[in-house]
């Protein structure tokens, strides 16, 4: 089968199309016949050689694909034909995948096959990381950095659809305008304004009860300023740096928790867990038309090195998906 193989991993990386074996499916496996594969940031961190896959993980790219079931092992609860997307730890940029199907979900009522390959990724992070890890609630309002990622962009419509007040920055008038589109009360532009002014000034002086960042650096501090009292703040990333100098005082006075979460390296335990509250909660948000990936663009799998060239120039707005 043809898979996207790293040449040269490092800052100067090509990725070209090789032909490897297809795995076969072992217990509790699906073998999937790839329709689409989302682009992560990881990937590219991964091609750099910045971001090695965890034990036992494909050495070939690709945290996320839809498709439909070639094979199915045994104890995997899907029939063949049968149209899904999956997480993975690796390897979806190619004709097949392995997933295991506690990772495995079926396509939503309303999302096409190629499109629902933009869901697991961001769907899996933003649950865990804004009811497992900050338990954001009906009614309260949440800030959501990044707002224009393919993780912020359903991050977005996940915590309103949950009844959050979502507020929401990214870079750019145009980003935020369709941030706005997407559901956030208010975006903030951060090439122009100050965020946490901004949040206090929209909360009258109470400030975000959650905060999701994938920014970091001086956003560290940033956020203690606009968290509200007992607010829960977690990090998936930090872009902007993974240390800073920080005032904890507002941190204890107001009882914040501060947490940082990753998702690829869980057991498939916590990630079946994950999948399982997606399947009970949000698919039926989905089927209503309350949540939908974000597609940016489309490239062909021979072309997966212009698809990162794109997100490593920030031009995208959500997912960047590879077709098989
Ligand atoms: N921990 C986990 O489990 C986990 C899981 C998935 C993803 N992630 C992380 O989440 C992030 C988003 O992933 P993705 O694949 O959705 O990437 P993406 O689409 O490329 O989004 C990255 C976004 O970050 C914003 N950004 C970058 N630098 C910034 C800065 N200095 N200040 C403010 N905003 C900045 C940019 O938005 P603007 O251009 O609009 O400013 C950009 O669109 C990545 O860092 C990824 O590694 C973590």
């Not at 899904?84 to 997933?99: E, S």
């Not at 916590?270 to 663009?297: C, F, M, N, Q």
């Amino acid at each position: 089968m043809r898979a996207i193989s790293i040449i040269n991993p490092g800052p100067d990386y090509k990725l070209q199309l090789t032909d490897i074996e297809t795995p076969e499916p072992g217990p509790h496996q699906l073998l999937i016949k790839v329709a689409a594969a989302g682009v992560n940031r990881a990937d590219l961190l991964q091609a750099q050689g910045k971001y090695p896959p965890p034990p036992g993980a494909p050495l070939t790219l690709g945290l996320e694909v839809s498709g439909t079931v070639a094979e199915a092992g045994a104890g995997a609860p899907f029939a063949a034909g049968a149209p899904v997307c999956a997480l993975l730890t690796g390897g979806g940029y190619a004709d097949y995948v392995l997933a295991d199907e506690a990772c495995a979900l079926p396509v939503p009522a309303g999302v096409g096959l190629a499109d629902a390959a933009g869901l697991p990724e961001a769907l899996f992070t933003a649950w865990t990381n804004l009811i497992d890890s900050a338990a954001l609630k009906t009614g309260e309002t949440v800030l959501i950095h990044g707002g224009s990622s393919g993780i912020g962009t359903t991050a977005i419509q996940l915590a309103k659809a949950l009844g959050a007040k979502v507020l929401t920055t990214a870079g750019g008038a145009k980003r935020c305008e369709a941030c706005e589109r997407l559901g956030a009360s208010l975006a903030i532009d951060h090439h122009t304004e100050d965020f946490v002014e901004e949040v206090l000034d929209v909360t009258e002086g109470r400030g975000a009860d959650v905060i999701l960042d994938m920014v970091g650096g001086d956003y560290i501090g940033k956020n203690f300023d606009a968290a509200a009292l007992k607010g829960r703040i977690v990090n998936i990333a930090f872009q902007k740096g993974t240390t800073a100098t920080v005032n904890f005082a507002p941190m204890l006075a107001k009882r914040l928790t501060f947490a940082a979460t990753t998702l690829r390296g869980r057991t498939l335990d916590e990630k079946r867990a994950i999948r399982d509250a997606l399947l009970k909660t949000v698919w039926p948000l989905i089927a209503t038309g309350a949540l939908k990936p974000v597609i940016d663009s489309t490239f062909p799998i021979a072309e997966a090195g212009a698809a990162h060239a794109l997100m490593a120039s920030g031009g995208h707005f959500g997912k960047i998906l590879l077709t098989a």
